[in-house]
């Protein structure tokens, strides 16, 4: 009887190709993860900043983390009056639908994560300090300023084009 079967070299042959196609493939998704991490990076910064630049139009000029004029480092506060509903001082509640004693907000559903690290949780920064200065990539996933409502990401390097990610 004559068993059908393959032969140890094709075997090797079929298993070479594979791996050449391999490196050749994976190299370029690699590419395209960066490149959509990047990507959703930009647009949850575009997203957040267009959302503490509405508050502050509604907050009487006082960005997140302000409540009844007086600055605030807590980074609890500023995700409340951000995912909550809040009135014109900044007295904010976790509430989500707007009331008569609170009309403001709510400006996002959640916090989005960083796309690099997936954290969703803001760090404070000092005015005077920047951002690049202290973005780990660890310790959140974003940064914020509370005196100017600038929102930045906690990620340390450059993307592909050498454009560091702390300056996005």
Do not use: C
Request: charged fraction near 15%; aromatic fraction near 8%; proline fraction near 5%.
């Amino acid at each position: 009887m004559k068993k059908k079967a393959f032969t140890l070299v094709e075997i090797i042959l079929v298993v070479t190709i594979l791996g050449i196609l391999a490196a050749v493939v994976l190299p370029t998704f690699q590419n395209h993860a960066t490149s959509a991490k990047e990507s959703a990076a930009k647009t949850n910064l575009m997203t957040i900043r267009s959302q503490i630049e509405l508050y502050k139009l509604q907050h009487n000029g006082y960005t997140p983390g302000y409540v009844s004029g007086t600055a605030g480092a807590d980074p609890a506060v500023i995700e409340r009056q951000l995912v909550g509903i809040s009135r014109a001082d900044g007295l904010s509640s976790t509430a989500t639908v707007p009331t008569v004693a609170l009309p403001y907000g709510p400006y996002l559903r959640k916090i989005p994560k960083n796309s690099f690290n997936n954290l969703s949780t803001i760090s404070v920064v000092p005015l005077a300090t920047a951002f690049a200065s202290v973005a780990n990539g660890t310790s959140s996933g974003w940064l914020y300023k509370v005196e100017t409502g600038e929102f930045g990401i906690n990620w340390t390097g450059t993307d592909s084009q050498g454009v560091a990610f702390s300056s996005y």
